[in-house]
Structure formats: structure tokens, C-alpha cells
């Protein structure tokens, strides 16, 4: 079997890549080769423990690339020769190819000083809908369950586990759950949500050992003191899937990524790699990043797919602008760029701007939110380095807004002086916007000090 482009993975960055080069290249062959029957929406997963009825309805449909004209295959990719350009099967398939792209993913970390994560009733969250489908039905019959991670993975699988009336407790070795997106005067508001909601959270708090013979029964915690569990979620990160990769001698980094440059090539020139298993780096801050994040996957896709055949200098990655979302009931919360925290952490001299208003006009709508919009500027030239949002459901699209005024390195007068629609229904009043507002309190900061 012969493609000009083949392409492993299946999830978000697989996909993207694949669309967008047949776009670009469309007198190429596209295949993509995935061993998974069925792949999950990345996203989506912590809610078939709770929104959803079951992982079917969070199954990310192949239309898209059959229409596309790209050919499908499930099955394992188990070895590459990259001088002879072949790619052999677990199915006994040999696949030659002219381009390769690498979305191979990643799978989940587990410390390995963690005692009794193997027992029956430990569960890790992989994007297998399988296991996933074990795992749920598992959990139907469990009350007590410990979430070991704060993260955004942590905090949805417990809200989500807390709607199916589960006893659930977040168990963080940092201060604030949501630590390491958000400064802590947004996290410490996410975690009064939480626990309204009903979610237990233990902050501060590190683990020593799962505890049980056979099956789960509790959590040692450093302190000594035992949390009772029937359960225990493993949300301790996630880690690049990169066998395949290095067995065929692509180099990795100190991170375990695939190493690529900024059009998503490694050194092997017809070989380009997208999504978990690659390389990231921070567009602010130009440090190695161990970022995760769908979004950050297709847009690695889309350059990759866009510099297949021929580079552009206009086509290539600027580094992650980590944009974060989440929500909990009717409050949403988000974030991109850099806090404040690590852009001090890191020597910028910054100003902030914060300011609280509502999502709709007027306030007496139904339906209207509370929307708080923080922006981290820098202090010499009003560049805009980060933002966070608390707000309804408005936040997602607003966190985008900003992550492109970040990536166009946008001043706080450049925000000022733009132009915006608004609607009762749909915006915050044109008097009162929010993200207008934080930028107005900031470039007063940035400008008169």
C-alpha cells in the first residue's frame, strides 16, 4: 500500500492535520492510520462520568475526513523505516509513504513513587473509549471517590462524579486547585464553586500511598491522615506517547516530546510531528512547555498540514498561548497567556487591570452573569501577556478574543481604541466591557504608573 501522506493518530491534531494538507494538497494521497475503532472527543471525556449518558455520545464522528477524501485505517503502527519510508502494522500491513506526521498523543503519568495506584479501583483517564467504558460502569457501583489532582482533567471529573451524587474529594499538593492557570485570587473563586457544588477539596495537601490489599480502600496523605475511598482517580498528568518515534531514532527532548521546530518538522525532513507527542514551547515566556491542550493540537495540525510540500515563513508556531477554559454549573472560568505569578517568576515588569461587570444588558435579563476579566500587561510597552475570566458562557469566546490580542502582542491602547459589537442579549453593555475596562485600569497603570 502506497499514500503521499501518512498520518498516525487519530484524536484532534490527526485530524486537523490531515484536513488541512488535503486542503492545501489536494492532488495528494492522505491516509490516516489509527488503531482505535472509535475516538473520543479529547475534551468531552470527564463528561460521560456525569452530563452524558454513556461515551457514545462523546465519539468524534470520521465524516469529516471521508468527505474529505482521506482514507482511514484502523489499525497499530508498530515500527517506521525511515529510509526506505515504510510504516509495518500490528495487522501485517506495510504502508510506504512520502510525508509522515506523527500524532501519536500521550497517555497517563502515574509517579512512580506512588504506591497502590495499581490496585482494582485506581483508575487513570485515557482517551480509550474501552477502558473508559470499564471505568464508568465501575465507578456506578463506588460512593467514596478521591481525585488525586487538581487540574483541569481533576476538577471536571469531580464535578462531573459529584452530579451522579458520588462523595467526592479533590486531593492538591498546591495551594488552589487550578494553581497553574490561574493566579490564585480567580482560583481561590473556583474552589468556593466547587465546594458549593459539593466537591470536598484538601489543598496543600500531598499523597503518600493508595491504600488497600487487593482493592482501593483509602488515601494516606503526608500529614498521616487517611482519607477513606472506595475509589481513587489518577489525574496526575499526562505523558508523550512517543515509542514509536524513538524507536525509529527521532530525537526527543528533556520533556520526552518529539522535537520539532516551528513548522512542526523534526530533523528528519519529511517527518513532521503534531499534538501531545510534540514539542511545545511558552509564546511569552520561549520555555519549554509540557502543555497539553487540544487547541494547541490543531493549530500544530494546520501548520504542519499547511508546510507539508512547501514552507511559509506566515505558516508557523509561535509558541502555546495556553488558552484554558473550564465551567462548573453557570459559572465559567478561563484563562491564556501567562499569570501574574509566573510573569513575575519569570523578571517582567507587569501592571494588572481586573475589572467586574455583567455578560448582558440590562443586568435584569435572565440568565445575565457576573463577568470578571484580569489582564497582565507589561509595564514599558502595555503588551498584553496573559488574561483570566470569570463569567458565564460567554468566557470561552472571550478567553479566545484575548488569546489573539496576546499572539498579535496587542497593547492595552490597542484593545481601547478597537471596536466592538454588542447586543443586550449576547454582550456586556458597550459602557461597561468588561475586558475595556481591565485594559482601561491597566494602561492608567502602564502609562502614569
Not at 118 to 124: D, H, K, P, R
Not at 194 to 215: F, H, I, P, S, W
Not at 227 to 251: C, F, H, M, R, W
Not at 380 to 397: C, K, Q, T, V, Y
Amino acid at each position: 500500500m502506497k499514500t503521499d501522506v501518512l498520518v498516525i493518530g487519530g484524536s484532534a491534531a490527526a485530524i486537523s492535520a490531515a484536513t488541512t494538507g488535503k486542503t492545501f494538497y489536494p492532488e495528494k494521497d492522505f491516509l490516516v492510520l489509527r488503531k482505535e475503532e472509535k475516538v473520543m472527543v479529547p475534551c468531552g471525556i470527564p463528561y460521560i462520568f456525569g452530563t452524558l449518558e454513556n461515551s457514545d455520545q462523546n465519539v468524534s464522528p470520521d465524516g469529516g475526513l471521508l468527505k474529505a477524501g482521506i482514507q482511514l485505517i484502523i489499525d497499530e503502527a508498530v515500527s517506521l523505516d525511515l529510509k526506505k519510508k515504510i510504516c509495518k502494522t500490528a495487522g501485517n500491513q506495510e504502508i510506504e509513504f512520502d510525508k509522515l506526521i506523527l500524532a501519536t498523543g500521550s497517555t497517563p503519568k502515574i509517579p512512580g513513587w506512588l504506591k497502590g495506584a495499581e490496585l482494582e479501583n485506581a483508575f487513570t483517564i485515557p482517551k480509550d473509549k474501552i477502558h473508559l467504558d470499564q471505568t464508568l460502569k465501575k465507578l456506578e457501583t463506588l460512593q467514596k471517590i478521591v481525585v488525586l489532582g487538581g487540574g483541569f482533567i481533576g476538577v471536571e471529573m469531580a464535578d462531573e462524579l459529584n452530579k451522579r451524587d458520588k462523595d467526592v474529594t479533590i486531593v492538591e499538593i498546591l495551594p488552589h486547585a487550578l494553581n497553574l492557570a490561574f493566579d490564585a485570587d480567580l482560583s481561590i473563586r473556583a474552589e468556593e464553586v466547587l465546594m458549593q457544588r459539593g466537591v470536598k477539596l484538601r489543598t496543600n495537601e500531598g499523597v503518600k500511598e493508595v491504600l488497600g490489599k487487593d482493592k482501593v480502600t483509602g488515601v494516606l496523605l503526608n500529614s498521616g491522615e487517611i482519607l477513606d475511598a472506595d475509589a481513587v482517580i489518577l489525574s496526575t498528568g499526562y505523558q508523550p506517547n512517543v515509542a514509536l518515534a524513538e524507536k525509529a531514532g527521532i530525537k526527543i527532548n528533556e520533556f520526552g516530546s518529539i522535537k520539532v521546530n516551528e513548522y512542526m518538522r523534526t530533523e528528519n525532513f519529511d517527518v513532521f510531528a503534531v499534538g501531545d507527542c510534540a514539542e511545545k514551547f511558552s509564546f511569552i515566556t520561549r520555555t519549554l512547555k509540557g502543555i497539553m491542550l487540544a487547541s494547541t493540537a490543531c493549530a500544530e495540525g494546520r501548520i504542519a498540514g499547511m508546510n507539508l510540500y512547501k514552507l511559509s515563513v506566515v505558516r508557523s508556531f509561535g509558541g502555546t498561548i495556553a488558552i484554558f477554559c473550564t465551567s462548573f454549573g453557570d459559572t465559567s472560568f478561563a484563562a491564556a497567556g501567562v499569570t501574574e505569578n509566573l510573569a513575575k517568576e519569570r523578571g517582567f515588569d507587569i501592571v494588572t487591570g481586573t475589572f467586574e461587570g455583567i455578560d448582558k444588558h440590562p443586568g435584569t435579563l435572565p440568565d445575565t452573569h457576573k463577568q470578571l476579566v484580569k489582564l497582565i500587561v507589561a509595564r514599558d510597552s502595555g503588551i498584553i501577556l496573559g488574561g483570566e475570566i470569570i463569567g458565564g458562557p460567554s468566557s470561552g469566546e472571550l478567553i479566545n478574543l484575548i488569546g489573539l490580542a496576546i499572539e498579535n502582542r496587542m497593547t492595552v491602547e490597542a484593545i481601547l481604541t478597537s471596536q466592538i459589537g454588542t447586543h443586550p442579549l449576547l454582550t456586556a453593555p458597550p459602557t461597561a466591557y468588561p475586558l475595556m475596562k481591565a485594559a482601561e485600569i491597566a494602561a492608567k497603570k502602564h502609562i502614569f504608573g
